[in-house]
């Protein structure tokens, strides 16, 4: 196990290092003067020109720049917003609990629906509930979820008033982060009412963000299982008399899972992209919204930033997923 | 062992015989005609647009702003399917958006496939250093989140369709290297391989006409995926301002036109993004099929 784990840390070491590299130079292919993009002031003299080009290292050869950007990055220095003044790495902290939030909700929720949607059209292949379920799962893989959000919005928000268009709760209410997560918080606070605000404004964007995993562990969940259902130990296991339940528990559902766990850890990718649009369509404050927004406004040092981090962050829950995966299936690990 | 002098009198023959058994596969899978079907009539529908539109996608009607569909109440027959916010045609928009969708996924899965196959080969076909330099930037590539990796290089670029579809292109096309590198290695020890080796076959002849027509089959399949992925992403690209521009009719910057009017007028913003639905739908559906029907160790799903 721990050469495996040896094996996985050193395939991701080069990736990250690109991955740098891509950050580090994004800036430098900027169409424009890079100590403009990155100071975010106008109208220098030559004088402060050369002072912050000196200041951000922008006179020293490049490979030089490079290294002085990955040691500052291991300090944990990743660039200040030009429009907050603040570090990239505060900001990302206090936006990401709101993403972290939505997407967990969003995971549970689609593994909760996928994962028995699936299991269930597998046993019943070919029945009404077996088609029923699929077309939708390929109606949620192509869904455009940005217009999702928006006809749910007219639906629940416009037609019937149940829910809130934007945001995390309502305005009246103020108490303190504890989580950073919105539901436990106002429960912690105590106020009449917040629970459910910050519920309801929950519901839609993690519908939205749902969707497309879900199908994809829905699908993912009907192809794993139709494979055991085929295999000869389900069948000796039929064969002994065992009830159709207790095979598809016991024997069968345990070694399905394997591949669909793959799937729904390999989902964090889907769920980032998936929470810049959900975000921005519900005004959610957390990072997919503040990257769009930042490339809007051109704050390049928190564009940068904000990239580095949410891939570092997919890679190592991707890198997570591997180590899960051959903890639980030792065909893997002992390959 | 057959040598090619045996092959190719029998080709003509032979490729009918694939066709009709590709053909035989794809139809078992009723969904996969149904999109080819819709597939087809929205292909036609981007062709002949200008003579199937009843109104210029780009000509504002002063005294029809926001006007609901023909059969809504206040609704008017010369706009079907309703007027938007300055008052140009719904419908005739989403005639004239299908060209752009089904150009971007044309452009992209052609770019992307293109640069793939080509990127996979050399991979995959020289193996060692070059393999895994090429392997590694590919592994880079899908660390990020492709939407995020697309947004970003449209900042670099210039915001813009062109510049979206460069983007997307780019962020889809390790997906096809990887496949064809996966094949090609699978393929490298087989004996047909060396037989054309040792026949004095050069590295080109063995990587694009031994090698490369015995991979196609999952790089189709993979093909039209991303080709659903594609008109998804430019909807979703123009959704936030990146891609096409402004008036342009294209169906993810109408929505986003749209979005200061969900509450007031439903019908801008439900059209258009049924029209991305109903073909991304057609091409996924399309996609199953032509899995089923070209790779049978792939079970049905």
């Known amino acids: ?335 | 062992m057959t040598t090619t002098t045996e092959i190719e009198p029998m080709a003509a023959t032979g490729l009918r015989a694939q066709l009709s058994e590709f053909w035989h596969y794809f139809s078992v899978n009723k969904g996969a005609v149904i999109g080819l079907w819709v597939f087809v009539a929205l292909v036609l529908v981007a062709l002949f647009a200008p003579l199937i539109a009843p109104h210029d996608p780009i000509e504002q009607v002063r005294d029809a702003l926001l006007m609901p569909p023909a059969w809504a109440e206040k609704g008017d027959a010369r706009f079907l399917l309703g007027t938007d916010a300055v008052g140009r045609d719904i419908l005739s928009r989403l005639i004239f958006g299908a060209r752009y969708s089904l150009f971007i996924g044309c452009v992209v899965v052609v770019v992307a496939l293109s640069g793939g196959i080509l990127i996979g080969l050399v991979a995959g076909f020289f193996g060692g250093w070059v393999d895994t330099v090429i392997m590694r930037v590919m592994d880079v590539i899908l660390a990020f989140p492709s939407l995020l990796l697309a947004l970003v290089l449209v900042a670099i670029l210039g915001p813009g369709l062109t510049n979206a579809m460069i983007a997307i292109a780019l962020v889809l096309q390790p997906h096809f290297a990887r496949l064809t590198r996966a094949a090609v290695m699978a393929e490298l020890p087989r004996e047909y391989v060396m037989a054309s080796r040792v026949a004095g076959a050069g590295k080109m002849r063995l990587m694009f006409r031994t090698i490369l027509p015995n991979c196609l089959a999952p790089l189709i399949v993979q093909a039209t995926l991303s080709f659903s992925g594609a008109i998804l992403d430019a909807a979703a690209l123009g959704f936030l301002g990146m891609g096409a521009q402004r008036p342009t009719p294209e169906w993810g910057t109408m929505l986003a036109e749209a979005r200061e009017f969900i509450l007031a007028a439903w019908w801008v913003v439900t059209f258009p993004g049924l029209a991305i639905l109903i073909t991304v739908l057609a091409i996924n559906l399309m996609g199953d099929g032509l899995r089923d029907a070209l790779d049978p160790k792939l079970k049905r799903s």
């Open chain 1, 1 to 335: 196990m721990f050469r495996f784990l040896l094996g996985k840390l050193a395939y991701l070491v080069p990736t990250f290092i690109g991955i740098t590299i891509v950050a580090f130079g994004f800036v430098r292919v900027l169409p424009g003067d890079p100590v403009l993009l990155m100071a975010g002031e106008r109208g220098l003299t030559p004088e402060r020109h050369a002072e912050l080009s000196a200041q951000l290292g922008f006179d020293r050869p490049i490979w030089q720049q490079y290294l002085d950007f990955l040691g500052r990055l291991f300090q944990g220095d990743f660039g200040t917003s030009l429009v907050t003044k603040k570090p990239v790495l505060t900001e990302f902290f206090t936006l990401f609990p709101a993403t972290l939030e939505l997407s967990l909700c969003a995971i549970l929720l689609a593994t909760a629906v996928g994962l028995p949607l699936g299991i269930f059209a597998a046993i019943r292949r070919g029945s009404w509930f077996d088609q029923v379920s699929m077309s939708s799962a390929l109606v949620g893989y192509s869904m455009p979820i940005f217009w999702w959000g928006l006809l749910l919005i007219i639906f629940f928000s416009g037609v019937l008033g149940w829910t809130p268009v934007s945001g995390r709760i309502s305005l009246m209410f103020y108490f303190p982060t504890v989580t950073g997560f919105m539901t436990i918080d106002s429960l912690l606070s105590g106020q009449d009412g917040a629970f459910t605000s910050a519920l309801s404004h929950l519901i839609l964007p993690t519908i939205v963000l749902a969707t497309i995993p879900m199908a994809v562990i829905a699908r993912q969940a009907r192809s794993a299982m139709l494979e055991v259902l085929g295999e000869d130990y389900v069948r000796t296991a039929r064969a002994k008399g065992l009830s159709a339940w207790r095979v598809v528990g016991l024997h069968a559902l345990r070694n399905a899972l394997i591949p669909v766990i793959t799937t729904i850890g390999l989902q964090v990718g889907t769920l980032m992209g998936g929470a810049i649009l959900t975000e921005t369509i519900f005004s959610w404050p957390g990072i997919g919204k503040a990257m769009v927004d930042s490339i809007s406004r051109r704050d390049y040092p928190s564009v940068q930033g904000g990239l580095l981090i949410i891939a570092a962050l997919v890679m190592t829950v991707n890198l997570l997923v591997d180590l899960l995966y051959g903890l639980i299936n030792p065909r893997i690990r002992h390959r």
